[in-house]
C-alpha cells in the first residue's frame, strides 16, 4: 500500500541548514506537502510542490521533489529557535477524492 | 480565511464519562473532515473520515460505539468518546478540506483529553 517515510528527528544549530527528508510510494501523487505542528498545537501547512515541478523556494524553505527516486526534502536556511517543531510530509492522491498519506513526523530540534 | 476551531482544548473527565469534542470551520464549508489521535512523540493516527449528513467512515481497528462522529453541518463535526477510560487519553485533532490546493487539510489547534 502507500506509504510515506521520514526520519523521526533531527538536530541542528541555529543558524545553520536544516534538511529533512521524506520518501513516498505511490507515483500518482499530484501533491506533496509540507505540514508544521508546533508544541501542543494542530497541524499548519508550511509550503507545497506540485508532482510536475522539480523545485520550489519559498524565502527560507526550499523544497526539493525527485520524482524518479520518489524523495522529498525541506531545506530551512538560516533555521531559528522558532522552527524547533515536528515537520510532517504528506502525499496527496487522487481516489475518487483525494486521499492525504502522512510521514511519521520529523522532530526538529534548533540548538541556541 | 480557513481556519478550523476545536473546542475544548483541553479536558480532564472521571473514567467511565463521555467527552464531546466539537471542529467547527469557521470561514468555509467543510465538504470533508477528519479526526486523528495522536500520542505522545509519534504521527497522526486517522481515525475516520466524516462528510456533512452521512454516516462517518472509520479506519481500521477504531471502535465506532466507543467514538462516536457526527456531522450535522458543513461546518460542524463532533466526536465524542464515550465512556471513556485512561487508555483513551491522548491528543485528539480534526482537520476539514472544503477549499484551498486539492487535498489541502485545515486542522484545527487540537483537544488534550486526560481521563482519570
Redesign the interface.
Known amino acids: 500500500g502507500e506509504d510515506v517515510e521520514q526520519s523521526l528527528f533531527l538536530s541542528v544549530r541555529e543558524g545553520d541548514s536544516s534538511v529533512i527528508n521524506c520518501t513516498y510510494t505511490d507515483s500518482s501523487s499530484?501533491?506533496l506537502?509540507w505540514?508544521k505542528q508546533e508544541p501542543?498545537?494542530?497541524?499548519?501547512?508550511l509550503t507545497?510542490i506540485f508532482s510536475n515541478m522539480d523545485m520550489k523556494q519559498d524565502q527560507r524553505l526550499t523544497v526539493l521533489l525527485n520524482k524518479k527516486d520518489k524523495h522529498l526534502s525541506l531545506r530551512i536556511a538560516d533555521t531559528q529557535t522558532g522552527d524547533s517543531a515536528i515537520y510532517?510530509c504528506?502525499e496527496?492522491?487522487?481516489t475518487g477524492?483525494?486521499?492525504?498519506i502522512?510521514?511519521?513526523?520529523t522532530?526538529l530540534f534548533v540548538k541556541a | 480565511g480557513a481556519v478550523v476551531s476545536q473546542h475544548p482544548s483541553w479536558v480532564i473527565c472521571k473514567s467511565g464519562t463521555s467527552v464531546k469534542i466539537e471542529c467547527r470551520s469557521l470561514d468555509f464549508q467543510a465538504t470533508t473532515m477528519f479526526w486523528y489521535r495522536q500520542f505522545p512523540k509519534q504521527s497522526l493516527m486517522l481515525m475516520a473520515t466524516s462528510n456533512e449528513g452521512s454516516k462517518a467512515t472509520y479506519e481500521q481497528g477504531v471502535e465506532k460505539d466507543k467514538f462516536l462522529i457526527n456531522h450535522a453541518s458543513l461546518t460542524l463535526s463532533t466526536l465524542t468518546v464515550t465512556s471513556a477510560h485512561p487508555e483513551d487519553s491522548s491528543f485528539y485533532i480534526c482537520s476539514a478540506t472544503g477549499q484551498g490546493r486539492p487535498g489541502e487539510l485545515f486542522f484545527g489547534e487540537g483537544s488534550r483529553l486526560t481521563v482519570l
Not at chain 1, 40 to 45: P, R, V, W
Open positions: 499530484t501533491y506537502y505540514y501542543g498545537a494542530g497541524l499548519q501547512l507545497y510532517f504528506a496527496i492522491y487522487e477524492g483525494f486521499k492525504t502522512f510521514g511519521a513526523g522532530r
